[in-house]
């Protein structure tokens, strides 16, 4: 199982497919790097959404310094950029950091289709 960080799951490249390609709920997945001052505060709205989503979504992030064969795969250039799956496929992403009421509404829409 892989490691969790608070509500988001850590996700690795060696980890991806398993955790979120093959996932049974849609999957957010957060593109953060170590010296992403916005990525910090997205985290926390993030940890904070987990709560409200329960078990309608499964909240990961991937570093994508350590990780780049996932980055590159997805053309994750900018950080912070959310990705949501679902079954496998990328449903809705988006880059940078935004308000919580936003980020409630993005995954909302990733999560409905």
Do not use: H
């Given at each position: 199982?892989?490691?969790?960080?608070?509500?988001?799951?850590?996700v690795?490249d060696?980890?991806?497919?398993?955790?979120?390609?093959?996932?049974?709920?849609?999957?957010?997945?957060?593109?953060?790097?170590?010296?992403?001052?916005?990525?910090k505060?997205?985290?926390?709205?993030?940890?904070?959404?987990?709560?409200?989503?329960?078990?309608?979504?499964?909240?990961?992030?991937?570093?994508?310094?350590?990780n780049?064969?996932?980055?590159?795969?997805?053309?994750?250039?900018?950080?912070?950029?959310?990705?949501?799956?679902?079954?496998?496929?990328?449903?809705?992403?988006?880059?940078?950091?935004?308000?919580?009421m936003?980020?409630?509404q993005?995954?909302?829409?990733?999560?409905?289709?």
């Amino acid at each position: 199982m892989p490691e969790k960080n608070g509500p988001l799951v850590e996700v690795t490249d060696a980890t991806f497919v398993d955790v979120v390609l093959k996932s049974e709920r849609p999957v957010v997945v957060d593109f953060w790097a170590e010296w992403c001052a916005p990525c910090k505060v997205l985290e926390r709205s993030l940890n904070e959404l987990s709560e409200e989503f329960g078990d309608r979504l499964v909240f990961a992030k991937l570093d994508a310094d350590a990780n780049p064969e996932t980055a590159r795969a997805y053309k994750v250039m900018s950080m912070p950029t959310l990705i949501v799956f679902r079954g496998g496929e990328v449903v809705a992403s988006a880059v940078g950091n935004r308000p919580k009421m936003a980020l409630r509404q993005f995954l909302e829409t990733g999560i409905q289709g």
